[in-house]
């Protein structure tokens, strides 16, 4: 179906920004901004169910937690449950001496008052005040004039200046918006920016904050990283000013458009964990900070438990954070393409040889341990994994290290798992299927060991003497041979007419300790030319070879 218009007669390309002489684009983000979370007013506006009390105060804790230190609070006019929320935080004393709170309102003299009226008693504290700017809102929804707008932003300055003046105990820091600025003029943003700081005076050591947001994200992020550069390169006393930014994500690009103005020469980013907000939501606060983390910068925030950041930011929005998303999500570390984790297998292989503690393992940009995340979960089997995938969780899950011509031999049996059951194959229903297919801790085997001994006789040859389970029924063996190995297969053919090669043979123990068990691996010729495996375990490498040994029997006779 056709579109309903045709989109070069409805729509335009967003004007470039005049800035030929642009610096950002050669410069790296080499620290972390100020961060500030909205996600207890933008992000709570943005749910179908605002939170109530409990959850606010839940999601305040996390965020002081991971170690937000600014933190929008709420609209303080909205309503009795928004005041009250603010009120109680002040009153119970439980705002951290290093985290400051902020609260937002219109440029409308009362909100203002409302507002200030909220912090009443609070140590410190940031009104943020924002009116509309752009032509759409000057011309569509207020009906006024440039100097009218204007007006609006500085009467409600002066207004937030004198509460502030009533409060002398608090330590008052201001900011504005000129909201709508990534469709506003650039001149008329710093036009309205600089009445609003000739209003409320500012130094550079008590600075006023002004956010410029892209209230609604219109352009690529590079247009705003123009828009940033060029309002800092023209703003007056910029040291008198914060630029703090407030990206939102219409277009997608939320993260990178507040990266690339951090580039910029912005000082501060306002969003939410998980982009929550209004439409597509804000910037994320988790990605950003993590991607930082990925180049070497420590973020200063903490998501070294981003499981239970997740199960908070769940209940508190009633939103779930996507499988995919960024960092968070349950499936961003898991690989199940058989080439992807064959790459991955032998990164973390690599990984215990090196000499250094630089991470550098294919397709995975962070460790997963680092956020408290499991290695279990970076590698998962389903009809579209190959050899590394099992031989993964097979590792991670029992400590087997597969030889990998076994791996070949035991990916057909995963495969026809995978195909039987129509899903994703767990650890359990990996293991089960090696159990099944080289007879290991099974009672339906043919062959099982009794017991035995070994000894040397006089001419050097070794002895084994043992009793081996026929169908059930235990019988009397013995063969010799060089070695162990060699005196159990002397001893099948022996006894049961079982002729097998020995190809080769591995053996490990499955962990560290004095109560480590061993596993041993061989890879046999039968007397027709078929190549089998067998495979033992036990606490005794040496009796882990000989069940080896009937593992590979019960196959050749399978």
Request: with cysteine.
């Given at each position: 179906?056709?579109?309903?218009?045709?989109?070069?007669?409805?729509?335009?390309?967003?004007?470039?920004?005049?800035?030929?002489?642009?610096?950002?684009?050669?410069?790296?983000?080499?620290?972390?901004?100020?961060?500030?979370?909205?996600?207890?007013?933008?992000?709570?506006?943005?749910?179908?169910?605002?939170?109530?009390?409990?959850?606010?105060?839940?999601?305040?804790?996390?965020?002081?937690?991971?170690?937000?230190?600014?933190?929008?609070?709420?609209?303080?006019?909205a309503?009795?449950?928004?005041?009250?929320?603010?009120?109680?935080?002040?009153?119970?004393?439980?705002?951290?001496?290093?985290?400051?709170?902020?609260?937002?309102?219109?440029?409308?003299?009362?909100?203002?008052?409302?507002?200030?009226?909220?912090?009443?008693?609070?140590?410190?504290?940031?009104?943020?005040?924002?009116?509309?700017v752009?032509?759409?809102w000057?011309?569509?929804?207020?009906?006024?004039?440039?100097?009218?707008?204007?007006?609006?932003?500085?009467?409600?300055a002066?207004?937030?200046?004198?509460?502030?003046?009533?409060?002398?105990?608090?330590?008052?820091?201001?900011?504005?918006?000129?909201?709508?600025?990534?469709?506003?003029?650039?001149?008329?943003?710093?036009e309205?920016?600089?009445?609003?700081?000739?209003?409320?005076?500012?130094?550079?050591?008590?600075?006023?904050?002004?956010?410029?947001?892209?209230?609604?994200?219109?352009?690529?992020?590079?247009?705003?990283?123009?828009?940033?550069?060029?309002?800092?390169?023209?703003?007056?006393?910029?040291?008198?000013?914060?630029?703090?930014?407030?990206?939102?994500?219409?277009?997608?690009?939320?993260?990178?458009?507040?990266?690339?103005?951090?580039?910029?020469?912005?000082?501060r980013?306002?969003?939410?964990?998980?982009?929550?907000?209004?439409?597509?939501?804000?910037?994320?606060?988790?990605?950003?900070?993590?991607?930082?983390?990925?180049?070497?910068?420590?973020?200063?925030?903490?998501?070294?438990?981003?499981?239970?950041?997740?199960?908070t930011?769940?209940?508190?929005?009633?939103?779930?954070?996507?499988?995919?998303?960024?960092?968070?999500?349950?499936?961003?570390?898991?690989?199940?393409?058989?080439?992807?984790q064959?790459?991955?297998?032998?990164?973390?292989?690599?990984?215990?040889?090196?000499?250094?503690?630089?991470?550098?393992v294919?397709?995975?940009?962070?460790?997963?341990?680092?956020?408290?995340?499991?290695?279990?979960?970076?590698?998962?089997?389903?009809?579209?994994?190959?050899?590394?995938?099992?031989?993964?969780?097979?590792?991670?899950?029992?400590g087997?290290?597969?030889?990998?011509?076994?791996?070949?031999?035991?990916?057909?049996?995963?495969?026809?798992?995978?195909?039987e059951?129509?899903?994703?194959?767990?650890?359990?229903?990996?293991?089960?299927?090696?159990?099944s297919?080289?007879?290991?801790?099974?009672?339906?085997?043919h062959?099982?060991?009794?017991?035995?001994?070994?000894?040397?006789?006089?001419?050097?040859?070794?002895?084994?003497?043992g009793?081996?389970?026929?169908?059930?029924?235990?019988?009397?063996?013995?063969?010799?041979?060089?070695?162990?190995?060699?005196?159990?297969?002397s001893?099948?053919?022996?006894?049961?007419?079982?002729?097998?090669e020995?190809?080769?043979?591995?053996?490990?123990?499955?962990?560290?300790?004095?109560?480590s068990?061993?596993?041993?691996?061989?890879?046999?010729?039968?007397?027709?030319?078929?190549?089998?495996?067998?495979?033992?375990?036990?606490?005794?490498?040496?009796?882990?070879?000989?069940?080896?040994?009937?593992?590979?029997?019960?196959?050749?006779?399978?």
């Amino acid at each position: 179906m056709p579109m309903l218009s045709e989109p070069s007669v409805k729509y335009s390309a967003f004007p470039q920004v005049p800035l030929s002489d642009r610096q950002w684009p050669t410069r790296t983000i080499s620290a972390p901004p100020r961060w500030l979370s909205t996600d207890l007013r933008d992000g709570n506006q943005a749910i179908v169910d605002p939170m109530d009390a409990h959850k606010k105060s839940r999601f305040f804790d996390l965020l002081v937690e991971i170690g937000v230190k600014e933190i929008e609070v709420g609209f303080p006019s909205a309503g009795a449950t928004e005041f009250d929320f603010i009120a109680g935080l002040v009153q119970s004393d439980r705002i951290p001496e290093d985290v400051i709170i902020q609260v937002l309102t219109q440029s409308r003299e009362d909100l203002i008052r409302t507002s200030f009226a909220s912090l009443a008693g609070a140590k410190q504290a940031i009104v943020h005040l924002y009116n509309a700017v752009s032509p759409a809102w000057r011309e569509q929804v207020f009906g006024m004039t440039r100097d009218q707008v204007r007006e609006i932003a500085v009467t409600g300055a002066k207004v937030m200046r004198d509460e502030a003046a009533q409060q002398p105990d608090t330590d008052w820091h201001f900011q504005y918006s000129p909201e709508t600025f990534s469709t506003a003029e650039l001149d008329f943003s710093l036009e309205v920016c600089e009445a609003v700081m000739e209003a409320l005076a500012p130094t550079p050591e008590h600075p006023i904050i002004l956010n410029l947001p892209a209230t609604l994200e219109a352009a690529t992020p590079n247009i705003y990283a123009d828009q940033i550069e060029y309002f800092i390169r023209n703003l007056p006393d910029r040291d008198s000013a914060v630029i703090s930014l407030h990206t939102h994500n219409d277009r997608g690009t939320g993260v990178a458009a507040a990266e690339l103005a951090l580039m910029a020469g912005a000082d501060r980013v306002e969003g939410c964990l998980f982009g929550n907000g209004e439409r597509t939501g804000n910037c994320c606060l988790v990605t950003m900070a993590l991607n930082m983390y990925t180049q070497g910068i420590d973020p200063k925030l903490d998501f070294s438990d981003i499981d239970r950041v997740i199960e908070t930011v769940e209940y508190c929005n009633a939103l779930p954070v996507p499988a995919r998303h960024p960092y968070g999500g349950e499936l961003v570390y898991t690989a199940f393409s058989g080439s992807h984790q064959d790459a991955i297998k032998k990164g973390f292989a690599a990984r215990e040889v090196q000499n250094d503690p630089h991470w550098r393992v294919p397709y995975l940009p962070v460790d997963p341990a680092d956020l408290g995340r499991s290695y279990e979960a970076v590698i998962r089997v389903n009809s579209q994994s190959g050899k590394g995938g099992f031989a993964w969780v097979l590792e991670q899950k029992e400590g087997l290290k597969l030889p990998k011509k076994m791996q070949s031999d035991f990916s057909p049996h995963v495969q026809r798992m995978a195909d039987e059951l129509g899903r994703e194959l767990n650890a359990a229903d990996i293991w089960q299927a090696f159990r099944s297919a080289y007879h290991v801790q099974t009672d339906d085997k043919h062959f099982q060991l009794v017991d035995y001994e070994e000894r040397r006789a006089h001419d050097g040859a070794r002895l084994f003497a043992g009793t081996i389970a026929v169908e059930g029924r235990e019988q009397a063996v013995s063969g010799r041979g060089n070695g162990l190995i060699s005196s159990v297969l002397s001893t099948m053919e022996e006894a049961f007419g079982l002729r097998l090669e020995i190809i080769d043979y591995t053996e490990h123990a499955l962990t560290t300790g004095r109560d480590s068990r061993a596993a041993a691996y061989l890879e046999c010729r039968t007397s027709d030319g078929r190549t089998i495996w067998g495979v033992g375990i036990d606490e005794d490498v040496a009796t882990a070879s000989v069940r080896a040994v009937l593992s590979a029997a019960n196959s050749a006779i399978g």
